[in-house]
């Protein structure tokens, strides 16, 4: 059975300081996905990483892959309220005829002034 | 161009009561996929439907069915719907095997069983 793990589950932080979400995910997938949720809204891709040691940016966010630890992780650097939002990590399995993602429970982030 | 499209937006039943959410998309996508979320649990799959035709239980099917109608629908049905279904029902798309892995994502049901 496939298992995604974030910590935090929850995060609180400034405007204007830097942080890290970490996900964990159990098998060898090289393909790991990450995505935005706004309070009641749906989804949003935010980076796909496809191969170990990938590295994307987005403004003030960056995510990277590392396979052979099975850890993604998402940087927050200079944190502003915008990026308020839930931050979900999948991992992507085929199953010969499709492929699914398998979603961690989600980072709440909350950004105060 | 839509997207992912998903009816109803919100829905109350009453323990034992059927009801089909529907969901559409029109980005000519083979693969789609239902799945739930619930507070701390993140999201987990129902059912995925690789292609026309093509039906498979997810993570958590027990007490729902699919109907991939055509390439553009992909119906969940509830036959007797049980307080545990209460949640929140997006319905997600993407092209097909061999392609990205990235699912497209409606703007989700939200379904209270009472």
């Known amino acids: 059975e496939l298992k995604v793990e974030q910590n935090p589950l929850f995060l609180s932080m400034q405007e204007g300081k830097n942080y890290t979400i970490y996900c964990n995910y159990s098998t060898t997938s090289d393909r790991l996905y990450w995505y935005r949720q706004d309070p009641g809204k749906s989804l949003e891709s935010l980076f796909v990483?496809?191969?170990?040691?990938a590295v994307k940016q987005e403004g003030r966010l960056m995510a990277s892959l590392d396979t052979k630890a099975r850890l993604s992780t998402l940087h927050i650097t200079a944190a502003v309220h915008d990026l308020s939002a839930t931050y979900f990590c999948a991992e992507a399995s085929s199953t010969g005829t499709a492929s699914k993602l398998t979603f961690g429970t989600g980072t709440r982030l909350q950004v105060t002034l | 161009n839509a997207g992912v499209t998903q009816t109803p937006k919100f829905q109350v039943l009453k323990t034992g009561q059927s009801m089909t959410l529907q969901c559409a998309q029109d980005m000519n996508h083979n693969s789609m996929y239902w799945y739930r979320q619930d507070p701390g649990m993140g999201l987990r799959l129902i059912y995925y439907?690789?292609?026309?035709?093509?039906?498979d239980k997810g993570e958590v099917p027990n007490g729902y069915n699919v109907s991939r109608l055509n390439k553009r629908e992909f119906s969940l049905r509830l036959e007797s719907a049980a307080p545990s279904q209460t949640s929140v029902y997006f319905c997600?798309?993407?092209?097909?095997?061999?392609?990205?892995?990235?699912?497209?994502f409606g703007p989700g049901t939200r379904l209270t069983v009472l």
């Open positions: 997600a798309s993407k092209p097909g095997q061999g392609f990205t892995d990235t699912q497209y």
């Open positions: 990483l496809l191969s170990n040691g």
């Open positions: 439907s690789a292609s026309e035709g093509t039906t």
